[in-house]
Nanobody, 118 residues
Framework: QVQLVESGGGLVQPGGSLRLSCAAS????????MAWYRQAPGKQRELVAS???????NYADSVKGRFTISREYTKNTLYLQMNSLKPEDTSVYYC????????????WGQGTQVTVSS
């Protein structure tokens, strides 16, 4: 099972940018579809963006045109570049790894807090 560690969260003003990173270890990075989720207080966890092992990308409508997901295989790392941040983007952001191999388990990171406020 892959282990995931997120970093890069913090406090940013509206309109600002942050880049989240998710370092994967303990398994073969290329055998996982990867995604970023977020969860605000009192709300359900929601999918923000996903990228398959083959590079197919999808975004939630709320972040299209502002967020960019990418993965770097040489570093076993997933990224989320977040631009034009809004207060409603404030959440804990989680990295998720969904395995391509039947029988392997999905993994979650511990989460990183993103707060957008003036």
């Amino acid at each position: 099972q892959v282990q995931l560690v997120e970093s890069g969260g913090g406090l940013v003003q509206p309109g600002g940018s942050l880049r989240l990173s998710c370092a994967a270890s303990g398994s073969t990075f290329s055998l996982y579809n990867m995604a970023w989720y977020r969860q605000a207080p009192g709300k359900q966890r929601e999918l923000v963006a996903s990228i398959t092992s083959g590079g197919t990308i999808n975004y939630a409508d709320s972040v299209k045109g502002r967020f960019t997901i990418s993965r770097e295989y040489t570093k076993n790392t997933l990224y989320l570049q977040m631009n034009s941040l809004k207060p409603e983007d404030t959440s804990v952001y989680y990295c998720n790894a969904d395995p391509l191999v039947v029988g392997w388990k999905a993994s979650w990171g511990q989460g990183t807090q993103v707060t957008v406020s003036s």
